[in-house]
């Protein structure tokens, strides 16, 4: 019989510990729902979606019902809607929007992935049309979720879509001002995006994926901050060994739902991203992990070492637990997202040029971040490039997700609700990087490219 | 397929028959039982064969899950997998 203190931990870990599945994810492609007639290929991706999806929810349902885990989230990733619109002939983006957001209705998913474009060398036919179409799409859709690969570390940066995306994360945040400006928080900005990502809000279904594929990401910031609570006072060498054998226990239980999932559902298994997803619950923190650590509050210098271990060791836990791991793997740091990072960044302890040090170490980049209503779409796109030369050059994915909050300044706050949690808006360099940002123009690949 | 059924709360009278009634109620097998009480702490975790289980797994779980507040005991009923894949490599 399995060790009653075994049987307890999962339980404890569960029940007190916000461990959950944060999502499990059904990247379809939707290659095969090209048209030249716009409505026909929106009726194709209509028919894909909802016949794909079917009983993802009720699966997630019965999983989550049978073995006592949480699964917070169904979602659904799709083919970057950019490459389906490039065979249409002027068809309007916004239809394509409306079709996933009734398609994701239809099955019951929380959020739908994919509509994206990837133009991180240059602009294809469909890209700059579905890009200057992603604010309008936000504001009019719930459930639908949009992402830019502006950069990578083969490619290097295009600064003509970087200046692009100033505008359109501004845009994205004014036509939806009466909503807290959430049209931006469904809106990331890569550098070296992954295809087989199931977070939200930049998840899309790669071209070099199948044609349908289960990918599942983990979570657990209480689990690993209670199991370094329990060791006390131990040097970084077994804080190190705690975080990897915790992130272990918890990407097993993910690659036991995603294999269970993939049986069910008759769909290939893909990858088990090993992430620290934190939510504003009250100790599920990555920010209280830190200060676990022996920070006095998330910020403070220490920071960024003590994120770079948390990191390291979570992917060296994970990633024997896992016949595939993929995705975005690691820590994430989404501000408003996080109780520890949004008490850190209301006392002044956490700014925004430390969490720009800390994406050099974690798994993604400038992540729920609310700025002043009057931030200008050129810092926005000098914010964008920023990030994007980290990931460039450190062949890792860095993303920017700022909220502009329209109408209000440092010191008031924005309310998304629910997993998105509740933002401070940050103080910001507000010296103008207009000229830099107008010469557009492509920085080139770095010499880290050249690896052949 | 095997589930773990675990009690833990404030010991009382009728723990033990209560869960044991309900699963031969619902024709759950009980295949091995542990408990041990902790400063007042009733803990017992059962091992149990819902293979043939007269009611639909959700709901024999609901069933004995119900029975939490009325016996002032947390009561989890949980497929062994989760275990087993969490602490066997």
Do not use: W
Request: glycine share 10%; hydrophobic share 45%; net charge negative.
């Amino acid at each position: 019989m399995i060790n009653t203190k075994d049987i307890l931990e999962t339980i404890t870990m569960i029940q007190d510990e916000h461990l959950d599945i944060r999502t499990t994810t059904m990247g379809i492609s939707l290659l095969d729902c090209c048209d030249s007639d716009a409505d026909r290929a929106c009726e194709k991706i209509y028919e894909k979606i909802t016949r794909s999806a079917e009983n993802l929810v009720k699966v997630g349902c019965d999983i989550e019902n049978e073995y006592g885990i949480p699964i917070i989230n169904k979602r659904i990733s799709v083919t970057p809607i950019s490459m389906i619109l490039a065979s249409t002939r002027g068809g309007d983006p916004i239809k394509f929007a409306k079709t996933l957001e009734r398609a994701a209705s239809t099955v019951g998913v929380n959020f739908i992935g994919g509509y994206s474009a990837l133009v991180q060398k240059g602009f294809a036919a469909g890209d700059e049309a579905l890009i200057r179409s992603i604010p309008e799409a936000l504001s009019v859709t719930d459930h639908v979720c949009s992402s830019v690969n502006i950069g990578s570390t083969k490619a290097g940066i295009n600064m003509d879509a970087v200046r692009m995306m100033g505008k359109v994360v501004r845009e994205a945040a004014e036509l939806t001002a009466d909503r807290h400006c959430i049209g931006a928080a469904k809106l990331v900005v890569f550098c070296n995006a992954p295809e087989d990502n199931p977070f939200m809000a930049g998840a899309f279904h790669g071209v070099g994926e199948a044609d349908r594929i289960i990918n599942v990401g983990v979570s657990g910031p209480g689990v690993v901050r209670a199991a370094l609570e329990k060791a006390g006072n131990c040097n970084i060498t077994e804080i190190a060994d705690i975080i990897k054998k915790t992130a272990f226990k918890i990407t097993r239980m993910g690659q036991l739902v995603a294999n269970e999932a993939s049986r069910r559902l008759g769909v290939d298994f893909g990858i088990v991203d090993l992430s620290l997803a934190p939510t504003p619950a009250v100790g599920d923190s990555v920010a209280h992990i830190l200060e676990e650590m022996g920070l006095e509050c998330c910020g403070g210098y220490g920071t960024t070492a003590a994120l770079a271990l948390l990191n390291d060791a979570v992917k060296k836990g994970g990633v024997m637990a896992s016949s595939h791991v993929g995705g975005l793997s690691g820590a994430f740091i989404p501000v408003s997202e996080d109780a520890g990072m949004i008490s850190a960044t209301k006392c002044g302890c956490l700014t925004l040029e430390k969490l720009e040090a800390m994406t050099a170490v974690c798994s993604v980049g400038l992540d729920m971040i609310v700025v002043p209503g009057d931030t200008s779409s050129d810092i926005i796109s000098a914010m964008i490039a920023d990030e994007a030369a980290i990931g460039m050059v450190n062949s890792k994915t860095t993303a920017v997700r700022v909220i502009p909050a329209i109408g209000k300044n440092v010191g008031d706050e924005l309310e998304f609700g629910g997993l998105l949690g509740s933002g401070p808006v940050m103080n910001i360099n507000k010296y103008s990087p207009a000229k830099f940002i107008a010469r557009g123009g492509r920085i080139p690949a770095p010499l880290q490219s050249l690896k052949n | 397929m095997r589930a773990v059924i675990t009690v833990v709360g404030k010991d009382c009278v009728g723990i033990l028959a209560e869960v044991s009634n309900a699963c031969a109620r619902n024709n759950v097998n009980i295949s091995e039982v542990s408990q041990s009480i902790l400063q007042d702490m009733f803990c017992m975790i059962m091992m149990a064969d819902i293979s043939k289980c007269a009611i639909p797994f959700a709901e024999f779980k609901a069933q004995l899950e119900s029975k939490s507040e009325q016996l002032g005991l947390s009561i989890h009923v949980m497929h062994e997998d989760i275990f087993n894949s969490m602490h066997r490599i």
